[in-house]
């Protein structure tokens, strides 16, 4: 069964930083491309950074530079490192994945991952 566990959100003046993390099982971590995603009540799921089988990255407009998507091979951990992080940042934050043959695709579009997260709210005061 695929897990995907997300920790670290939490409340942040603007101009700080935090560290999203998303523990997975081994096997979609492994097999798969992931991402993370955030959701304000009443909005859509939006994708915020997505990482390919081969380490290729992709990020929204509005948090490159700002934003970085990684992982620790050996904990089996998705990381979003988030700096600089403003307003427009406060959201639910998902951790999502889907397994793939492909090793370089990897998706801004939710309807691309097929396991999800619980969520962890960020927020962020001005």
């Known amino acids: 069964q695929v897990q995907l566990v997300e920790s670290g959100g939490g409340s942040v003046q603007a101009g700080g930083s935090l560290t999203l993390s998303c523990a997975a099982s081994?096997?979609?971590?492994?097999?798969?491309?992931m991402g993370w995603f955030r959701q304000a009540p009443g909005k859509g799921r939006e994708g915020v950074a997505t990482?390919?089988?081969?380490?290729?990255?992709t990020y929204l407009d509005s948090v490159k530079g700002r934003f970085a998507i990684s992982k620790d091979n050996a904990k089996n951990i998705l990381y979003l490192q988030m700096n600089s992080l403003q307003s427009e940042d406060t959201d639910m934050y998902y951790c999502?994945?889907?397994?793939?043959?492909?090793?370089?695709?990897?998706?801004?579009?939710?309807?691309?991952?097929?396991?999800w997260g619980q969520g962890t709210q960020v927020t962020v005061s001005s």
């Open positions: 999502a994945a889907k397994p793939s043959y492909n090793w370089s695709f990897r998706s801004l579009s939710q309807t691309d991952y097929m396991y």
């Open positions: 990482l390919a089988r081969t380490g290729s990255t």
């Open positions: 081994g096997y979609i971590y492994s097999n798969g491309y």
